[in-house]
Antibody, heavy 119, light 107 residues
């Protein structure tokens, strides 16, 4: 059964770079049937699409975050990663990694990891 | 960008009730809409995609309808496990926004 697990620091200082990794188990990240993505949810608020990546490395980023976001994939480790630079308190959120159908429907989610931006 | 507006934002209902949540898009999105359920402290779960297709394993009391700019999620007979927050998401064009959510509470 497919599992996605986020990992990374739970506390990041303002102006620094948030880095998270999603490890995929029970399925191949190189599958041609899926994209892989990141979605976040500030405390008590709704969901925000961050971006997605195909195993080939093709990416899409939310324009509101595009200047600060990089999503990459490591097929040898069955992982994909998120980097968000110049973070502020507004980037405090639960970050979810996800598997997406080609149509971008989110069909599987990681459990989520809380990242707090604070000095 | 396409905006999604869900109504109501909060809904209080009883077990056994039939409830309907609406999601309106700021411009037409054909049937490129999905619905998710989220319980506190958990990741969302896909319920419906393509506006009306039930995801495998989701109880048949959930149904979706609509196309263009207006969509609905209906729960035919509320069960205790259905009290949660529901989100719509448009999949027609980037940046693939979600609605603001509808919190369904027990009356």
């Amino acid at each position: 059964q497919l599992q996605l697990q986020e990992s990374g620091p739970g506390l990041v200082k303002p102006s620094e770079t948030l880095s998270l990794t999603c490890t995929v188990s029970g399925g191949s990240i190189s599958s041609s049937s899926y994209y892989w993505g990141w979605i976040r949810q500030p405390p008590g608020k709704g969901l925000e699409w961050i971006g997605s990546i195909y195993y080939s490395g093709s990416t899409y980023y939310n324009p509101s975050l595009k200047s600060r976001v990089t999503i990459s994939v490591d097929t040898s480790k069955n992982q994909f990663s998120l980097k968000l630079s110049s973070v502020t308190a507004a980037d405090t959120a639960v970050y979810y990694c996800a598997r997406l159908r080609i149509t971008m429907i989110v069909v599987a989610w990681g459990q989520g990891t809380m990242v707090t931006v604070s000095s | 960008d396409i905006q999604l507006t869900q109504s109501p934002s909060f809904l209080s209902a009883s077990v056994g009730d039939r409830v309907t949540i609406t999601c309106r898009a700021s411009q037409g999105i054909s049937s490129y809409l999905a619905w998710y359920q989220q319980k506190p402290g958990k990741a969302p779960k896909l319920l419906i995609y393509a506006a009306s297709t039930l995801q495998s394993g989701v109880p048949s009391r959930f149904s979706g309808s609509g196309s263009g700019t207006e969509f609905t999620l209906t729960i035919s007979s509320l069960q205790p496990e259905d009290f949660a927050t529901y989100y719509c998401q448009q999949l027609n064009s980037y940046p693939l926004p979600f609605g603001q959510g509808t919190k369904l509470e027990i009356k």
